[in-house]
């Protein structure tokens, strides 16, 4: 299994900020998980979602 993104590598890949990055998993805009305190994304289930919201 490939090692799970963190936030910042979220914001990075996405360029945006860690607030909105925030802000869509407190909407559950986008897939996520919780390590403890910690959120991780898989970048797979990023992909998918970047796919699905194409214009």
């Given amino acids: 299994m490939k090692p799970l993104l963190k936030i910042t590598d979220l914001c990075e890949y ?3 900020s860690m607030s909105k990055a ?7 805009e986008i897939p ?10 898989k ?4 992909t998918e979602y970047l796919d699905r919201n194409r214009k």
């Fill in 14 to 16: 996405l360029s945006i």
């Fill in 22 to 28: 925030r802000y869509m998993v407190f909407k559950k």
């Fill in 32 to 41: 996520y998980f919780k390590v403890g305190a910690e959120i991780r994304f």
């Fill in 43 to 46: 970048l797979s289930d990023i």
